[in-house]
């Protein structure tokens, strides 16, 4: 099997996709079984810092680091289980040192299989604003639809001041229950939680719209990746 190199950002996202990967293999592989592993984080507050400053060069050269750290020990190609930085892969991906699975063309590749045409986006104001959905969903041939401007803003400070520090509330959940419920009066069949830890705060049943984890979309795509080779 190939080994498996995370590029960690957020704790949240990152342990999340790390168990995926540990438990879903043990469901394919047998028991206590999946591919070797290995996970690498920068400091999260340089990403922060970068990522409102809407440095993308920043933001790639944090990768970068990462990578050459995990090609050094032993990772076969490499995933980020965080959304937003995908806005620098361009800058990133000619210069690995490994190859990448990307999150929304994984994302996209899952909404194609099941027939998906129009997807609300969910994720940091970046994320949402920016081109990483805009761009590769419109190559896969499906529509795209993301909360206005203002719920927008507040989504962004909800990721930050609760979601990635494991703060997971009620009333947060309410919260995001009425925007997935605005997205699907808005024609769409299906919300990508772009963001890696709202999967941690929302489950299928509280969801109107059948969700695409993207973080354990990103997770099992690198698991078979690994065992088939």
């Known amino acids: 099997m190939l080994h498996i190199g995370v590029v960690a950002c957020s704790a949240e996202g990152a342990a999340l996709c790390y168990r995926t990967i540990c438990v879903e293999g043990a469901e394919l592989l047998g028991a206590y079984n999946h591919p070797e592993v290995s996970m690498h984080g920068q400091n999260f507050a340089d990403y922060v810092k970068c990522i409102d400053a809407k440095d993308w060069a920043g933001v790639a050269e944090l990768m970068l680091s990462s990578a050459e ?3 050094k020990a032993g990772a076969d190609f490499l995933i980020a289980p965080v959304n937003t930085v995908h806005q620098a892969f361009d800058l990133v991906a000619h210069r690995s040192p490994r190859p990448w699975l990307h999150i929304a ?3 996209a590749n899952e909404a194609n299989r099941q027939g998906y045409k129009r997807l609300g986006v969910l ?3 970046s ?3 920016g081109p990483v959905y805009r761009e590769t969903l419109k ?3 499906i529509e795209h639809r993301v909360p206005g401007a203002e719920q927008r803003e507040r989504i962004h400070r909800i990721i930050f001041d609760e979601l990635v520090q494991g703060n997971f509330q009620p009333r947060t959940q309410a919260y ?3 925007l997935i419920r605005s997205l699907k009066d808005e024609g769409c069949d299906a919300v990508v939680l772009g963001c890696t830890e709202i999967p ?3 489950t299928q049943e509280r969801s109107p719209l059948p969700m695409l984890d993207s973080t354990r979309i990103l997770a099992r795509a690198a698991l078979h990746k ?3 080779g």
């Open 69 to 71: 750290k995990l090609a």
């Open 176 to 178: 995001f229950t009425e």
């Open 123 to 125: 994720g940091t104001r």
């Open 105 to 107: 063309v994984e994302v």
């Open 139 to 141: 190559a896969a041939g």
């Open 226 to 228: 690994a065992v088939e």
């Open 200 to 202: 941690l705060l929302l």
């Open 127 to 129: 994320l949402m604003d």
